[in-house]
T-cell receptor, first 116, second 117 residues
Framework: AQKITQTQPGMFVQEKEAVTLDCTYD???????LFWYKQPSSGEMIFLIY??????QNATEGRYSLNFQKARKSANLVISASQLGDSAMYFC?????????????FGKGTMLLVSP | GAVVSQHPSWVICKSGTSVKIECRSL??????MFWYRQFPKQSLMLMAT?????????EQGVEKDKFLINHASLTLSTLTVTSAHPEDSSFYIC?????????????FGPGTRLLVL
């Protein structure tokens, strides 16, 4: 079974609108971390946001927020007020275990296109 | 600003040559770095974990004699693709873990595009 599932290969959104990118995960470890990264056409991976399995509140970083629903094992990324520069590939990733040095497992990604 | 650098950003080489890619953590020490490979329109696949002062840990299916990793200092890891062939053409990305207080976060380098002719 896939550990990280991103069911949306592509998403379209108009500028200034909000968009939600889906991510579900599968783990039996009670301690884990969830990450979202952005990869523009240049290729670099840009860290956006982190959610720990024990965090009580949903993580937020500027226009990015993570809708963490632990019982459903979902960690959707919400981008508010989309900008043209948000057009990129978005990857959800998970790190299992307590160690911060564990490896990341990535989903297949969602391509987001923001139109004027 | 960038916290992890990679050099070179792109390289074109002839089949049979070896290519070295450097990954540096810019303002922190990284005892652990990771090397990933990404084919077009696909996700990142972990190749190996690079540990300072010890041997790298390779993922299943990755040839350690083909992809040599040396983590010689706390800020530098190198990946050498030995006797490169066209099927080794890919986007190679390294990452290093930085402790951000609340959690350790992997920061990625800008990547190296390798084209083997």
């Amino acid at each position: 079974a896939q550990k990280i599932t991103q069911t949306q290969p592509g998403m379209f959104v108009q500028e200034k609108e909000a968009v939600t990118l889906d991510c579900t995960y599968d783990t039996s470890d009670p301690s884990y971390g969830l990450f979202w990264y952005k990869q523009p056409s240049s290729g670099e991976m840009i860290f956006l946001i982190y959610q720990g399995s024990y965090d009580q509140q949903n993580a937020t970083e500027g226009r990015y927020s993570l809708n963490f629903q632990k019982a459903r094992k979902s960690a959707n990324l919400v981008i508010s007020a989309s900008q043209l520069g948000d057009s990129a590939m978005y990857f959800c990733a998970m790190r299992e275990g307590r160690s911060g040095y564990s490896t990341l497992t990535f989903g297949k990604g969602t391509m987001l296109l923001v139109s004027p | 600003g960038a916290v992890v650098s990679q050099h070179p950003s792109w390289v074109i080489c002839k089949s049979g040559t070896s290519v070295k890619i450097e990954c540096r953590s810019l303002d922190f020490q990284a005892t652990t770095m990771f090397w990933y490979r990404q084919f077009p329109k696909q996700s990142l696949m972990l190749m190996a974990t690079s540990n300072e002062g010890s041997k790298a840990t390779y993922e299943q299916g990755v040839e350690k004699d083909k992809f040599l990793i040396n983590h010689a200092s706390l800020t530098l890891s190198t990946l050498t693709v030995t006797s490169a062939h066209p099927e080794d053409s890919s986007f190679y990305i390294c990452s290093a873990i930085k402790n951000m207080g609340r959690q350790e976060t992997q920061y990625f380098g800008p990547g190296t595009r390798l084209l083997v002719l």
